[in-house]
């Protein structure tokens, strides 16, 4: 539901902003940011059937004037079902929305999957490698030791 809509609705209801505003229990800005498509509401889905359940209340509480007991029903009835029609528009929305988070979120495990299994692959080749360069550090230490024995043993010759 656009802000347009709830603005819309809002005035064929013959209510203004701060009216609904105090019945839905926020402020007026509030409801001006909404209408003007300025931002979105939190939980949009809860803030849309309120917005609806207030404008209802107040239709029924108002003075509001029809020509005609069955002109009012066919009133009626088409909000209701135009009500409905949204709510589902809605839900739908949020589903897509809430697929398109858990589809993130799932990436967004992957990548730190792959990224800890680099880190793990890249630490034991780390440690391969500390291991690669204390094996020849002992090796030249030997030979070095070999090598000064040698010496000794030719002078001593």
């Known amino acids: 539901m656009t802000g347009a809509e709830l603005r819309k609705l809002r005035k064929e209801a013959n209510i203004t902003q701060n009216d609904i505003a105090k019945l839905m229990g926020t402020t007026y ?8 498509e300025k ?3 939190p939980n949009k889905m809860a ?5 609806y359940q207030e404008l209802e209340k ?7 004037v029809f020509e005609g007991r069955s002109e009012y029903q066919k009133i009626e009835k088409k909000s209701n079902e135009d009500i409905i029609h949204l709510i589902f528009s809605e839900i739908k929305e949020v589903r897509k929305e809430n697929k398109q988070l858990n589809e993130s979120i799932a990436q967004i495990k992957e990548d730190n999957s792959n990224e800890r299994k680099m880190n793990d692959l890249l630490r034991k080749q ?3 490698a500390i291991n690669v360069l204390k094996n020849l550090d002992l ?11 040698k010496q000794n043993i030719s002078k001593i010759k």
């Open 58 to 64: 107040h239709i029924e509480e108002s003075d509001f």
């Open 139 to 149: 090796e030249l230490n030997e030979r070095e030791k070999s090598t000064s024995a």
């Open 126 to 128: 780390l440690q391969l």
């Open 29 to 36: 800005q509030t409801i001006s940011k909404y209408e003007g």
């Open 39 to 41: 931002g979105v509401p």
């Open 47 to 51: 803030f849309v059937t309120k917005f």
